[in-house]
């Protein structure tokens, strides 16, 4: 068999096994307002009401279009959801593949990917856009990875498109548009130093320098901008020092060698940065066509930059202590220890290395300390990659003799996870590292390459470790307390609900199965209302909602009420449905002055639980 053949035949198998592990979870479970707000954005859509112009999303407006699409596909179903993202997740898992072969053997590509799979989409297969942005950064990092090994622009301008597409399916596709900028200027210093090898030191005094200085100024700004909110160490360490980092080593980069002609340097990260950005605004320019056609463009711009830091302030979650840091000492020193001792391994070494992580993976199902230490070994290391990627990539290795792009290879990998890890913020719950923890496994594969070989029993313990434990501690957890501890996820039951054809857990299928009963009996027209923040009553119930508003905790506090009412008066709706307990991400409960508004007209009631529904004769 020839090592092409090797190579597809692993290919197959991974993605067979990655096809059949997810699709096995695909129904399982789900957060209401969730899977509500991504249904009914897509089935306003499809009633012809265009994204922040007619309602406000609460993305950018491209996702509910292709979730549209899905729906006309396959049906109107909370399913449909899951198989649109199910779809590219499988296309996904090749990109993965690519980019670990280029780094190790195909068998070791395989179990990389693999790993890489059950960290992410399994453990929590609602069609989030966050997943489309992760699948978008890898397929981006791919085709630059063709750009590195040929030159050619049109891998450019396919990174940038793909950069567009991630853009107009959540705003923090810009992330990684910033990325593949931070690395298109240390690949212009890499064409740059080639060329001037053999010129003298000198220290540059030119335009091009205090440019590109100025610009990495800029952007350290920005990091530090979006952080003011939660100027806190943890998140200073995790989301602006790490691209400090970055910018201080393109910067010394810049001043370290003479430039002997400025224009060319400037011409030369034209020829990199031009078709990177043509490619990222032509989907975008085709989006807003039908804005600016209807007037609308100052409300997309409002709903995508301006409503993002309304919800900032209102829904975060402080990333965890410094000291959590420290989780990843243990793997530190012993990849360390392996790294630089002077004699060979001992026998009796791998069993017991293999016995303690046996007994440590045991004990994550029932202590919770030992499941927040092996946590904590992986949710910071994005600063710590940093660190070591910042130390390795500062001069040239014995590792970039023997492969030339590597070290190319490694900065790229390094500056799309550094910014795509800032999808974190405001909202660090432990679910959002999974939302970069692919491009993290494959950086750490890609500075691996620079590490002196050691013993092969040590990585494959320890990716066998980490692919246990989130196969059966993370992938079958409750979203609640992921992170925090091992709690097995509720038996769960298909939902009777024709728009539902999901799992959800036992204990809510009747209680959703006799509110949808409720809504649609005492429903006199094709309008109900359903509020605070219960999206998904909408769809389920086949009802349409008469207000702007997807979440009401986004909404104007000022004039909520009136809103409200008159659109409930406007269009004849004869059911309300109150949601009592404030949940999820953004809890706030009813107002007292909505809630008497809604008792005056709607006089009838029966409760469900939590949920109350008010209906008039």
Request: aromatic residues 12%; hydrophobic residues 55%.
């Amino acid at each position: 068999m020839t090592d092409k053949a090797r190579e597809r035949l692993v290919l197959l198998v991974v993605l067979l096994v990655s096809a059949f592990y997810v699709a096995w979870h695909l129904r399982r479970g789900w957060l209401p307002p969730d899977d509500g707000a991504l249904a009914q954005s897509a089935e306003r859509v499809m009633q012809g009401e265009l994204p922040h112009r007619d309602f406000e999303d609460v993305y950018t407006g491209a996702l509910a279009f292709f979730h549209a699409g899905a729906f006309r596909l396959f049906g109107m179903t909370l399913w449909s959801l899951r198989l649109a993202v199910f779809a590219v997740f499988v296309a996904w898992v090749p990109a993965v593949f690519a980019i670990a072969s280029r780094f190790v053997r195909p068998v070791s590509a395989g179990a990389i990917t693999l790993l890489a799979v059950v960290w992410s989409l399994p453990n929590y297969v609602a069609a989030m856009p966050s997943w489309y942005n992760l699948f978008l950064a890898t397929f981006g990092v791919a085709a630059l990875f063709r750009y590195i090994d040929d030159g050619r622009a049109r891998w450019l301008m396919l990174a940038g498109l793909l950069g567009g597409l991630s853009f107009l399916v959540k705003v923090v596709g810009l992330f990684y548009i910033a990325g593949v900028l931070l690395f298109l200027v240390f690949h212009a210093q890499a064409r740059w130093l080639a060329r001037d090898a053999s010129a003298p030191a000198a220290r540059p005094r030119n335009v091009y320098a205090l440019f590109v200085s100025a610009g990495l100024l800029i952007f350290v700004a920005a990091l530090a901008a979006l952080v003011r909110r939660q100027l806190y160490a943890p998140e200073v360490a995790h989301f602006v020092v790490p691209g400090v980092l970055i910018s201080a080593l393109l910067a010394r980069n810049e001043w370290m060698r003479s430039a002997t002609n400025g224009r060319e340097r400037f011409e030369t990260l034209a020829k990199m940065v031009l078709p990177f950005l043509v490619g990222a605004a032509l989907p975008i320019i085709l989006f807003l066509i039908p804005y600016a056609r209807s007037g609308a463009l100052g409300a997309f711009a409002h709903g995508v930059f301006v409503l993002p830091t309304k919800r900032f302030s209102i829904a975060s979650f402080r990333m965890l202590p410094l000291w959590t840091l420290l989780g990843a000492l243990p793997l530190a020193l012993l990849v360390a220890r392996a790294q630089w001792r002077s004699q060979p391994a001992r026998a009796w070494e791998a069993p017991v290395l293999a016995l303690v992580l046996f007994t440590l993976l045991v004990g994550t199902g029932s202590t919770p300390e030992l499941y927040r230490s092996v946590w904590y070994s992986v949710r910071g290391l994005v600063p710590l990659l940093t660190v070591v990627g910042i130390i390795v990539l500062s001069k040239p290795r014995a590792a970039d003799v023997v492969r030339p792009l590597l070290r190319e290879q490694t900065m790229l990998l390094l500056c799309v996870t550094v910014m795509c890890s800032m999808i974190q913020l405001p909202y660090s719950a432990p679910l959002y590292f999974c939302y970069v923890a692919p491009l993290v496994l494959l950086t750490v594969v890609a500075l691996w390459c620079y590490m002196q070989p050691m013993p092969r029993a040590i990585p494959v313990m320890v990716l066998v470790f980490y692919a246990g434990f989130a196969v059966l501690r993370i992938n079958r957890t409750t979203m609640g307390r992921m992170g925090t501890l091992y709690l097995p996820y509720p038996p769960t039951e298909r939902m009777t609900t024709a728009r539902g054809a999901i799992d959800i857990p036992m204990f809510q299928r009747d209680g959703y199965d006799r509110v949808i009963s409720l809504l649609q009996k005492h429903s006199r027209g094709e309008y109900a209302w359903a509020g605070p923040d219960a999206p998904e009553m909408y769809f389920l119930a086949g009802l349409r909602n008469p207000t702007r508003s997807l979440y009401d905790v986004f909404d104007d506090a000022d004039g909520h009420t009136e809103r409200v009412l008159q659109a409930i008066d406007t269009h004849g709706v004869n059911v309300v449905l109150v949601n009592r307990v404030p949940r999820g991400e953004f809890p706030r409960g009813i107002s007292a002055d909505l809630d008497a508004g809604l008792a005056k007209r709607f006089p009838m009631s029966d409760s469900v639980g939590a949920l109350l529904v008010r209906w008039r004769e």
